[in-house]
């Protein structure tokens, strides 16, 4: 029903800068909020950065000021700018739309392959 692309990720130096993007395709999720999340290995996952269909936006606390989530409607693509990366944003970053709304009448989450960030120190 959704499919989500992601791409952008890679090997970046202390300091440096990535920019993911998730593109989405299918139905039903064009009004939901899309989401950023990530798992370091050993950790569990969390969520890095969320955006309403309207634009509002919402960070964890260990990624404001560095990181901007932001959303192309026309395009049905979202993208994570991260500046000034640490050692410790090393890990898989997932995108995710979640309570989409199926035929049945159910909600179900959808995420993407993920992508590799590694920062190197």
């Not at 000034?84 to 035929?103: F, H």
């Amino acid at each position: 029903q959704v499919q989500l692309s992601e791409s952008g990720g890679g090997l970046v130096q202390a300091g440096g800068s990535l920019r993911l993007s998730c593109a989405a395709s299918g139905s039903g999720f064009r009004f939901n909020a899309m989401n950023w999340h990530r798992q370091a290995p050993g950790k569990q996952r969390e969520l890095v950065a969320r955006i309403t269909h309207g634009g509002y936006t919402n960070y964890a606390d260990s990624v404001k000021d560095r990181f901007t989530i932001s959303r192309d409607n026309t395009k049905n693509t979202v993208y994570l700018q991260m500046n000034s990366l640490k050692p410790e944003d090393t890990a898989v970053y997932y995108c995710n739309i979640d309570r989409v709304l199926t035929p049945t009448g159910g909600y179900r989450d959808y995420w993407g392959q993920g992508t590799q960030v590694t920062v190197s120190s």
